[in-house]
C-alpha cells in the first residue's frame, strides 16, 4: 500500500509543478494590462510605481 502512495505522489507531483509554474507565468505576463485596468492608465499614481516597480525588479 506505501508503494502506491510513492507512486501517486511522483504522478501528481510533476503535474503539480507544472501548473503552479504555468498559471505564474500567464499572470505575469499579463499583469500590466490588468495594472493599466485598476489605475485606469493614471501612470503617475504612487501605488502604481510601487507595483511596477516590484515587477520590474523581478523580471
Same mark, same amino acid.
Given at each position: !500500500? =506505501?508503494?502506491? *502512495? %510513492?507512486? =501517486? /505522489? +511522483?504522478? @501528481?507531483?510533476?503535474? $503539480?509543478? $507544472?501548473?503552479? @509554474? /504555468? %498559471? $505564474? /507565468? %500567464?499572470? +505575469?505576463?499579463?499583469?500590466? %494590462? /490588468? !495594472?493599466? &485596468?485598476?489605475? $485606469? =492608465? &493614471?501612470?503617475?499614481?504612487? !501605488?502604481?510605481? *510601487?507595483?511596477?516597480?516590484?515587477?520590474?525588479?523581478?523580471?
Amino acid at each position: !500500500m =506505501g508503494n502506491l *502512495t %510513492v507512486i =501517486g /505522489y +511522483f504522478i @501528481y507531483l510533476p503535474i $503539480a509543478i $507544472a501548473l503552479t @509554474y /504555468y %498559471v $505564474a /507565468y %500567464v499572470l +505575469f505576463k499579463n499583469s500590466i %494590462v /490588468y !495594472m493599466n &485596468d485598476i489605475f $485606469a =492608465g &493614471d501612470r503617475k499614481s504612487p !501605488m502604481r510605481q *510601487t507595483i511596477f516597480s516590484g515587477l520590474v525588479s523581478t523580471s
